[in-house]
């Protein structure tokens, strides 16, 4: 194992401490990311505790492969989450993966409470507390842009926004301007310990433990990203070319999921995009995909012709949730609302959800205009969700306030369950593909649509039907792959490249001997872990309620049956935990 990856550094907020620890064993049996996070995770964290117990920890980790071949790019965070009030995971890409690694360290965890705001300044060794008053209120990326140094080290920022400060519980966090820990509210956990940002530099170097080996297969591994079409779809048109793709098959969620299939699909289409509004196209360190497109919009910030341009990253799912399922129909109006939700810092997706569902709490009376302060929310109305955005990151009115606190707690003031699209809390994903895509998200470790992929096992369904057996059988060994390339930590858009033979043969030139049955063992032990967790503090996918408009709205697959997914999911959870005592 390359020497400095076993290093956790701890920094203790209460104290203003930091201090290192060698933890090889962990990654010996864990490979390191997914795996080490939830290690280290359950050790400190107190179950059945407030999120936002100082006491319970923020962990940063990264695997054996990052910062050496093409698309290992993430880094997980792992934290208790205020969304769902139990184990929440997050994940990001951008330079911070391999800072960490160049600063020496395999992982970062984060302890107590800070009584005032600060930036946490990592270089190296050096751990540095600094007073961050002067960042307070302001925006990601104009924290970003004060605290870049465009050093000739590796340097990467994480900061969060106003809805982190005001511990909205969705919050974001964004990651070296274009990259998001985006799911689960890991803004409000930095916001409850008060770290505004975190700036990590450094200055080492990651060796392979085997050069030559690693130099072949390198070279085996790019060429497979940049010569076939494993990846071209992310390179060309992005996750947004989702948006053609599953209207047409009647999977893309439409005003609250009312409708499968949205009439101006092809004037908001990756396609149209890219043609009128692309700018650029950004990349993490070692990837020659550049996934992240990146459109130019000019804000009018004053009357008289007076313009600020803003650059804007979209993707498939802001563009879902913040558009198609709020009935906007123009793609500038789109970015201009993404751009917003980025400003506060929140994630994107789970605001969209409420933004649709407090729409159609208005326009059927369950809220009115006492409630919104005299907003008039409308399907397509750009104008009046900017403004609702804007008073939920400020708490302006009570309605804004529960708001912020999540779909759940929205409901459970004013009503209108059947149509709240959350699961578990979280915000339901932009896929209406059929059973294995409620199924997936459903019992996901971390309720993401990326844990198992049940959108992508739908559509494969659609080409070759699959019994129900086949169906939990590929979303239980989703879920255990996916947990080892997130232990590395792999781009999920490289999952392609990365088969099981070239994952042993990569771990193989860094000193890691593993066998597939053997990184299946782990995956699953990964999952199971998880999963005690967080039954322990009362989680049953069987005690769900899963929104009724999931079972009316015709999917990809026709109309879902609630009998059929509930037997699914007593099929699931006899084939998943037949050999585990949970
Ligand atoms: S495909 Fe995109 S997210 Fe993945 S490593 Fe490349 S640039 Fe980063």
């Not at 050096?126 to 590796?154: I, N, P, Y």
């Not at 130019?296 to 913040?322: C, Q, T, V």
């Not at 409308?378 to 939920?392: F, L, M, N, P, Q």
Request: proline share 3%; with cysteine; net charge negative.
């Amino acid at each position: 194992m390359e020497e400095y990856l076993s290093r956790i550094l701890y920094i203790d907020l209460s104290s203003k401490r930091s201090w290192v620890e060698d933890r090889s064993e962990l990654f010996e049996d864990r490979i390191g990311g997914l795996g080490v996070a939830v290690k280290l995770y359950s050790e400190i964290c107190k179950l059945n505790s407030d999120p936002f117990d100082p006491e319970n920890p923020l962990v940063f980790t990264v695997g054996p492969l990052n910062g050496l071949y093409p698309c290992i790019s993430k880094t997980v965070a792992v934290f208790k989450s205020p969304v769902t009030g139990t184990y929440g995971e997050s994940h990001a890409g951008g330079r911070l993966s391999m800072a960490i690694r160049m600063a020496g360290y395999g992982a970062i965890v984060i302890l107590g409470y800070s009584d005032k705001l600060l930036l946490i300044d990592i270089e190296d060794s050096k751990v540095c507390f600094r007073e961050a008053k002067s960042l307070q209120g302001l925006s990601s990326l104009e924290v970003e842009e004060r605290l870049r140094t465009h050093t000739r080290v590796m340097e990467s920022i994480v900061s969060i926004g106003l809805a982190g400060e005001r511990l909205c519980f969705y919050a974001s966090a964004n990651v070296d301007r274009y990259n998001y820990f985006g799911r689960l509210g890991l803004g409000a956990i930095l916001g409850s310990k008060n770290i505004k940002a975190l700036r990590i530099r450094g200055s080492g170097s990651i060796k392979p433990k085997d050069a030559e080996s690693y130099k072949k297969l390198f070279e085996k591994i790019y060429r497979r990203i940049v010569e076939t079409d494993a990846m071209a779809k992310y390179h060309y048109t992005g996750t947004p070319a989702n948006i053609m793709v599953l209207n047409e098959i009647g999977a893309l969620p439409t005003r609250n999921f009312r409708e499968s299939r949205f009439e101006h699909a092809e004037d908001i289409s990756g396609e149209r995009v890219g043609e009128f509004l692309l700018e650029r196209k950004v990349s993490c360190p070692l990837c020659p995909i550049g996934c992240m497109h990146i459109a130019k919009l000019r804000l009018e910030f004053a009357k008289g012709y007076e313009y600020e341009p803003i650059d804007i990253y979209y993707n498939y799912e802001s563009m879902y949730a913040l558009g198609t399922n709020l009935g906007l129909k123009k793609p500038e109006d789109i970015l201009k609302l993404i751009y917003t939700a980025n400003f506060y810092g929140f994630d994107t997706m789970l605001l969209g959800n409420i933004l649709a569902w407090m729409t159609e709490a208005y326009e059927s009376g369950l809220i009115s205009d006492s409630d919104t302060n005299g907003l008039k929310l409308s399907w397509g109305d750009i104008d009046s969700y900017i403004e609702a955005v804007r008073r939920i990151a400020y708490g302006e009115g009570s309605l804004y306030v529960y708001a912020a606190q999540g779909l759940k707690q929205l409901v459970d003031i004013y009503g209108g369950r059947d149509y709240a699209m959350q699961i578990a809390g979280n915000g339901i994903p932009g896929y209406h593909t059929g059973y294995a895509s409620i199924l997936g998200f459903l019992v996901a470790s971390r309720h993401s649509h990326n844990s198992n992929a049940g959108y992508d096992i739908d559509q494969q369904a659609l080409k070759r039907k699959l019994n129900d057996e086949e169906l939990i059988d590929r979303i239980i060994e989703e879920e255990d792959w996916r947990n080892i390339l997130v232990s590395l930590v792999a781009c999920m858009f490289a999952r392609r490249i990365y088969s099981p033979d070239v994952v042993v043969d990569a771990l193989r030139t860094v000193g890691f001997e593993y066998n597939l049955d053997d990184l299946m063992d782990v995956g699953r032990d990964v999952y199971i872990e998880i999963y005690r967790i967080k039954s322990i503090e009362g989680f049953d996918p069987r005690k769900i309620y899963i929104p009724k408009r999931l079972f009316e709205t015709p999917s990809a697959s026709g109309i879902l049956s609630e009998e059929r997914f509930r037997k699914l999911l007593d099929m699931y959870m006899e084939r998943r935990f037949k050999s585990s005592s949970i």
